[in-house]
Structure formats: structure tokens, C-alpha cells
């Protein structure tokens, strides 16, 4: 299966924001975070369409969210996430000595997948396991 | 029927007090004058809202009484040597001033969310000051707006109508029409674009991307808008110029213009992907401004460089200083960001991450603050208030809070008290408690109670109280022990 390396950029958008004040827990949320988007070029050369699942992997770990088409990328090699619990799973903390992680513009790899994109608590519970 | 006019939305930065609600029964039914985040907000606050307070007994969330999770929350706090007391931004600045007092009571460190936000901002901004204004000069007099790394259309969705380009100064003009008709023409190009690519082969990517070429300046007198973003936003779609700085490209965009502003050559033809003739242009343009403005978000705190993209930015804005005046100001997320740093500034001397575990407040970032002090294993006890940490920090950081005991006040059942141990519903501020919210440009406005919150559901100003006192309690008691 073909596995390409991008330049990851998080940040807000209007969806994230409207839905983030109410329960994190409904679809909606889901629907608008758990996705990443995607040059055209991009989605051909890796085989995905709009709506498929791909597995997006850093150094600490993997984790599964659908393609969106962009209508705002516009070079090839960068993608877009939300800001949302689906991403932050899997950025580094390493602050520099300056309280703030690096959370734009870091190399992430991503292959297409047929693995689900997990429910937020099913994806708290994988990350984090279960509270005693 | 009653209408509330003048209420203060209680979302972002831009704290938008001229929003009207409707309410009927003790129940919103309508807003007017709020944008889609902010209407979502006041209109949909009671859906998934959380009113029972709850406990972890054999690793499940069961129900208990507010006397109870008020007494393991203290507990929790007392008995932990070095509690980190996070969130603050989402709550009043009277809430914030209660948690300073309890974070020093426990001996703790006290961290509000600009640590993961405009934090590099704030170092920077203490390392060189900032020449900085309120909205509303800027709304009369600005004539050149720039937004750097920013995207109020998603973020700030009336800072544009309300404080800059959109907005009708007494100086200066709104430009409505100039960039209603450019998105005319916009979609019309995108649509003869998307036609193009259903002919040619290999779709839309194949043709030339020649938007990019599009420099549309308005007439010398009329407000200007520039937007220098990574990706081509959707506020960048209403700008008179646009500028793609590669991603990390910041720094040396800021420094290009300040050689450019002092008259220097650059011997390269780009800098970080932008060619050297449009930055020369919009080194003349910031130049020949009467008043300009520099807004930045976390484009420039959250890259590369964090505080020295500040930094440079804010030297910039020096810079241009001795030949016009120019002004800039980070556009923060939370509606009372601001009002925690202002409040734990005034109280302890330090806007965030104070630490007060020596008996007096030490500030560090990079040492003292939640993300540090998380990943390195550091706090045994927390306590988290109006934030979801476990949804907006980086993996490492929450691997280590959901292993100690931690308590969570919040209206909304969100992930983090998912996985608490104490959850103790509150109040909307700003909806069903009052207090006073700071403004992006530091400036202090009333937020108001429109409606009253459901049975037993208590402010986090009067939660925090209540935690403070059982934490005195509890440490009265151990003190009589050791006695
Ligand atoms: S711009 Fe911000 S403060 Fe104003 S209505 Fe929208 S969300 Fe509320």
C-alpha cells in the first residue's frame, strides 16, 4: 500500500468551532473533526477519495481519520487537520523550553486504510486506556 | 416575551456586546446580531449540558451530590504536593481571581490556556513590548489592515464587520461593496475553472493555478486588507493582497520586510516561497499608511520560531514606526484569555504558568507550564476548569493527566471529565452567571446572565469558593493534627 510523507498544518475552522462549544461526543463533531484534508493531486497519487479513511502516523503513533477534498490547499504535500482530540493523539509535546508544542507544520505520513475512524470515546480509550 | 439587549457573547476574542437575545420562559429562543459560532453558542448551550455532579467509584462515573465531589475535589487538591490548576479562559475573570487564590492556598501551579495559544506571544512581548491599541481606533482610523497567520473568518467571524475592513470608521470607510464584488467575480472564475478541468485531462490540478497572479489594489484612500497566511483561507479570499509564506516561513518573511522597510537590497528572488518583488510591494504599501495594523494568530506562535516570529513581528511594527504609525495585536481565542493573563498579572505579577509550590510565585515557561510539567510526569493532582485539555493537548501531556486524580468543572460532559474523577457541573458565564470578560485589546466588558441556570447548578466563582473553604478546612484539621 503506497505511504506518502506531508507537511501537517492544524488550526480552526468554522465547523470545529460551532460544534466544539456543545458536547464533543455527537457525530457532527466527529464528522467535521476527525477529517483531513487533501490536495487533489495528493488523493490521486495515493488512491483515496473524498470520504475514505487514511491513517495518518507520526513518531507517536497512528491515527485514523477521513479524507476531505480542499478547496484551500493549494500545493500538493500539505494537509489540513482541525484542531480536535483526533489529532492531538498523535502530536509530539516537546515545548523547547517554551511551554508551547509545535503544533503546525511537521512531517506526518499517510496511507489509506480500511480501518475505521474511531468514536471519540473509543479513541480516548485506545490512547489512553481506562481510568481506575 | 422579553428581549435582553447589549449582551456580551461569551465565545471568542472579540467579546461582540451588541448581540440581543430572545428568552421566553427561562429559555433562549432566538439571537440576533451573533455570528454562526456565537449563535450556535447561545442556542445550543443546553442541548448536551451536563447537571449532575459525579464521582469515580471502581473505575465508573456514578452520580453523587455537590457536597460530595466539592469535598474529594478538595481532598484531592490538599493532599497533592504539586496540583496544576488549568483552564480559566472559558470563565470570568472573578473565577480566575478565586483560583489564584486556591492554587496558592495548595501550593500548586496555576496555568491558563494561552500556554498552548499566544503563549510565545506574551514571552515575546515581555522580551520587547508591544505598541498596541483598542479596537476601536482601529476601526476609525486604520487604513491598512494586515492579518498574519490568522483567519478571523473562522475564528473571529465579525472581527472583519466589526473592528476593521468591514466596519464603517468615522475616518474610514467600510469596503463591503469593493470585496462583495471581487467574491462575485472570484466564484464566477472558480466556476469557468471547474468547467476548464472537467475537459482537460487530469482535472482542475492540471490547469495553472492563476489566481495567484491576481493583484487587485484599491484606490490610494480606501482600507486595505493583506493577509499572509500558509494556505489560501477563506479570509485571504476577501483580501487586496495575499501573500503564501511556505510553512516555518515566517521569520524570514518578517525579517525580508524589515530589510526592505530600511531601504536594503535582498540578493535572493524569494524569501520562504515569496517572490522579493511582492514583498517590496508590501513593504511600500505599510510604509505610505497612515495607521496600520499588524493582527497575528497562531500561525506565527504554533510554527517554528514561536516567540522570534513574534519577536520579528513586533520589531517590525517598531520598525515602521519611524516612518508612519503602525500597530499590532495577537487576536486571541477565548473570549476572557485575556482577562486570566490580566487577572493572574495583577494578583501574582506573572500572566500564566505561575508556580506557586516555593510559597511565592515563580514564573518559567518551558518549566512552569501545563504542557511541561505534564509531560515530565511532574503534577500529582489536578484540577481543570472551564477547558478540555484532554481534547487540545498533545498526547504525552494527557497520558500523564488521566493517570493522577483530577476534578473538572465544566457545564459540558466533554472528554476530559470523560475521564475525571470528580466532575462538577457549572454555569454558562456569560448566560447564566455574570462577571466581567476582558476583550482582545484589553479592554474590560460585563458579561451578563440572561438566564438562570438549572436547579443546584452553581457559578465556577461560587464552586471555586466552596473548594477553597473545604480546602482550609481540611488543612486547619491537619495542622490541629501536627500540632
Ligand atoms: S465574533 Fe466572536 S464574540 Fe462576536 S458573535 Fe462571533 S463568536 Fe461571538
Redesign the pocket.
Known sequence: MVSMEFILITGRTIEQ?KFKEHAKTTEKYKGNVAICEMHADDMYRLGVKDGDNVKVTTELGSVVVKVRKSKRIRTPGMVFIPFGPWVNSILPSETEGSGMPHLKGFKVKIEPTSEPVPDIKDLLLKTYGVKK | MQVLSGV?????????DD?EVVIKDNTIIDVR???????S?FMGYSVHRNTKPLIRKNGELVETTLDEAIRRCAEILAEASYPLLYGWSNTSCEATKVGLELAEEVGGVIDNTTTVCHGPAILAIQDVGIPSCTLGQIRHRADLVIYWGCNPWCA????LE?YTSLSEGRFQRAAWKRYLSRLILESARKRRYRAAGRVIKGGAAALPAEEEKRWMLPPPEERKLVVVDVQRTRTADLADIFIRVEPGGDYDVLQALRALIRDEELDVDSVAGVPVEKLEELADIMVNCRFGILFFGLGLTMSVGKSRNVEAAIKLTRDLNMYTKFLIMPMRGH?NVTGANIVSTWQTGYPYAVDFSHGYPRYNPGETSAIDILSRGDADAALVVASDPVSSFPRRAVEHLVKIPFAVIDPCLTPTALMADVVIPSAFVGIEAEGTAYRMDHVPLPLKKVVEPPEGILSDEEILRRILREVRRIKGKSQARKN
Not at chain 2, 446580531?33 to 449563535?39: D, F, R, S
Not at chain 2, 473571529?156 to 472581527?159: I, V
Open positions: 468551532g | 456580551l457573547c461569551p465565545f471568542c476574542g472579540c467579546c461582540c448581540i446580531n451573533a455570528c454562526a459560532l456565537g449563535a453558542k473571529h467571524p465579525r472581527h466589526r473570549f
